[in-house]
């Protein structure tokens, strides 16, 4: 009897550990908590006119390979423009201080990193530096405005014609 | 026998709802001086969660594996297949995870729970507690119901656990899915509060609703073998019932 319920005892245990277990794994594999497991960073920020989609927790790669997330977005009061602070592995802290700072889009609609292009500069990037040579990121209803506009020739001639046209038209609709 | 009217038969579920509920009352107020019969709760823990682990194990691999094949092939239309990981993931999570955790446990564990309340309540043990002032209510109804409340969240995390698996089995070793894009999409996108914590209230909920209806079903029932039949049965039919539904209303409460 002692017997008996000792087991059982030990089974109710062991279920209860496995459930916790199951959900620590859970919590901590598969949900974004698995992307915080970075040992020492160091900060740098850069500042962008336009950050487009790009979130907090975002990926920094150099050379396509991860190195470190992006820790706050914050829009400048003054200079009106994003001030985006990346935190960066130590590992990697010999970056040149004229490396450049893009954001990226992965594939056509995937989500957007910042892609870090090493400069040739002797001096390293150091806690809280900034990162001056940077380039926004790309917006595709802009890329497609461009592409109408300077698409071909006699276009803009059209695109002129065509304001007078409906303003011609529209005085007679209100009666 | 004739047929009871539809007004009859109306009446009776309501009756049935609202004696249900009163209930759950008295199993809330019975709770405390369950507390003593601790050895009792744990004996039914491992009854009803331990003893369920192994379906539960096994329904969520196979659930994992065919959710990564049918997405596979739905995402294959659109070109995106390196979101299996994440769709996998929030549709376990979020929903087939907790739901078919709860139908399972309700056939698994809420009909032996309605059985052996069933059988005590035909085979007078219930009365002959109440006549050596042992309240049945705290001993033999609260660690059942306490149980069902701790093992449902355990027997969905260890279902979505095992369904990742089965499904990283499915997409990674066998589609031949990129094995850091399957990892690094679902980390991506699965969020803890919004996702994983969201599935546990709802198989707190669950647990709660299908261990109320089986120690319900089980202490009605009428004193006859036929009775406990059909207490059985009704547990799983309302149980499934209750569950899907409040489903549908949790989902739309913790969106």
Redesign the interface.
Known sequence: MTQQ?RS??V??G???L???A??A???T???????YREGATFTVKARFTNIGQLKLRAPIKIAGVRVGSIKSITLDGQTLDALVELSIDSRYSDLPDDSGAAIFTSGLLG?QYVALQPGGSPDVLKDGDEIVLTQSSMQIEDLIGKFLVSGDAPKPNTTASEPTAPTGSEPPKPQ | MSRPSRGVVFTESLAQVGAAALFLFSILGAIPQSLRHL?ET??Q??FV??MS?VIIMTCGLFIGMVLALQLYYTLSIFGGTAALGTVV?LSL?RELGPVVTALLFAGRAGTSITAEIGLMRATDQLSAMEMMAVDPLAYVVAPRFIAGI??M???A??F??LG?LGAHLVGVSWLGLDNGTF?GN???????WK??VNG?WKSLAFGAVIALIATFQGYTTPPTSEGVAHATTRTVVTSSIVVLALDFVMTAFLM
Request: proline share 2%; charged share 10%; with cysteine.
């Open positions: 319920r059982f005892q089974g109710t062991l279920f209860i496995l459930g916790f199951a959900l794994y859970l919590a594999q598969t949900t974004s908590i698995a992307n989500d | 050895r744990a004996r823990i491992w969660g331990a682990l993931a999570f701790i093992a969240p355990l027997l995390c260890v979505n656990a990742i990892w679902m980390t991506a996108s699965v969020d803890v996702d994983v546990l």
